[in-house]
């Protein structure tokens, strides 16, 4: 089964752009049908799935991060990777990325990485 695992800077000052790669291994990001999402989770605060990008490419967001979110993926580096831009402090979450059979979902997916937190401060 799959392994999932986050990099990214762990700061990122207010108005940069937030970009985290989750490299996947032990199998391909362009086969059967999954959604490879990102999921985040502020600091004494629920869950919030932030879009995703499906086996074919195809990409989905949540109406709220809309517009200052785009997930890419390389599948020669079998990797894919969540960029935020404009981000404040209410950014400051740990973020997961994870591979699930259905999008939109507020949940840990299934199969996750172990999450990495960033902090969005001057």
């Known amino acids: 089964q799959e392994q999932l695992q986050e990099s990214g800077p762990g700061l990122v000052k207010p108005s940069q752009t937030l970009s985290l790669t989750c490299t996947v291994s032990?199998?391909?990001?362009?086969?059967?049908?999954?959604?490879w999402s990102w999921i985040r989770q502020p600091p004494g605060k629920g869950l919030e799935w932030m879009g995703a990008?499906?086996?074919?490419?195809?990409?989905y967001y949540n109406p709220s991060l809309k517009s200052r979110t785009a997930i890419s993926r390389d599948t020669s580096l079998n990797r894919f990777t969540l960029q935020l831009s404009s981000v404040t402090p209410e950014g400051t979450a740990v973020y997961y990325c994870?591979?699930?059979?259905?999008?939109?979902?507020?949940?840990?997916?299934?199969?996750r990485g172990q999450g990495t937190k960033v902090i969005v401060s001057s």
């Open positions: 994870g591979r699930d059979g259905l999008k939109g979902l507020v949940r840990l997916p299934p199969f």
């Open positions: 990008i499906a086996s074919d490419g195809s990409t």
């Open positions: 032990g199998g391909s990001i362009t086969t059967n049908i999954y959604y």
